[in-house]
């Protein structure tokens, strides 16, 4: 922008600059602030920063189980994009993508639907560092399936989103190398026709080099994350619920070692 462009702007009203910049991205908008006073005004007022948290954050951030304190709309959309929060009894995590503030979602293993054939898993207190007071951990187990839903409308419209599952693996496993991963919609996809095109993904790291599939990633936070598979969620469609699922019906192929955290939905 030119100097005499850059002037020509700045007499505008703030209403009218406001307006501008809440057409730009988060990343943008923050910027503009420190190109002058009257930039910096219209840039942290709350009809820019409105524009950019979710339609529905209010509902979101009542559901919360601790108090969300911030003085401006800016305010929580930092803190709403860099300290995810716990919603519906600590059993949900929800943040917004700090680029471009698309609804993000963790459901716990609480959230999840985990069958097996023969025993154990165990719901029980993590002594790790996992935002969620339980993790899942699949002690022996025969059969693995794994599944998880949101509905659609609790995700940002326009959106390509992929599923992960995030986990650790322990010193002693078994039975881990690899799974069916697939992600589909409920009402438009039955569960044979989302098996017939799963992909597989690999869970543990030692697994045989002739194997091949996703491999899983390390986090920021110290757990692991391996795709499950992504879809786009449409504007003005109703797809209703997507689920994520693992699935492992390798008959007399037990599994144990497996300690899940949840299932994370994210743009990509």
Request: charged share 25%.
């Amino acid at each position: 922008m030119t100097t005499k462009s850059l002037t020509t702007f700045t007499i505008l009203p703030e209403g009218c600059i406001s307006e501008i910049i809440s057409l730009t991205i988060p990343a943008d908008a923050a910027r503009s602030s420190a190109i002058s006073k009257g930039f910096k005004s219209a840039a942290e007022s709350d009809v820019v920063w409105d524009k950019f948290l979710p339609s529905d954050h209010q509902d979101i951030v009542s559901t919360s189980v601790s108090v969300v304190v911030t003085d401006c709309k800016k305010d929580l959309y930092f803190r709403l994009s860099h300290s995810p929060i716990l919603l519906r009894e600590g059993r949900l995590s929800f943040w917004l993508d700090k680029t471009s503030g698309k609804k993000c979602y963790l459901l716990s293993a609480r959230r999840l639907v985990i069958s097996f054939f023969r025993h154990t898993i165990i719901l029980g207190p993590s002594d790790t560092d996992s935002r969620f007071p339980e993790v899942a951990f699949l002690n022996t187990v025969d059969l693995l399936d794994i599944r998880g839903k949101i509905g659609t409308r609790a995700l940002s419209l326009g959106t390509k989103y992929a599923a992960y599952l995030v986990f650790k693996i322990s010193e002693r496993y078994h039975g881990l190398e690899s799974t069916n991963a697939m992600v589909r919609f409920v009402n438009k996809e039955s569960e044979d026709e989302a098996e017939k095109r799963a992909m597989t993904v690999i869970l543990a790291a030692r697994a045989p080099r002739h194997l091949k599939g996703k491999l899983p990633e390390k986090r920021t936070d110290g757990w692991l994350e391996v795709e499950i598979g992504n879809f786009y969620n449409g504007e003005g469609d109703d797809n209703g619920d997507v689920e994520a699922r693992l699935l492992d019906s390798r008959p007399f192929h037990a599994k144990c070692g497996l300690i899940i955290v949840g299932l994370e939905f994210r743009p990509i």
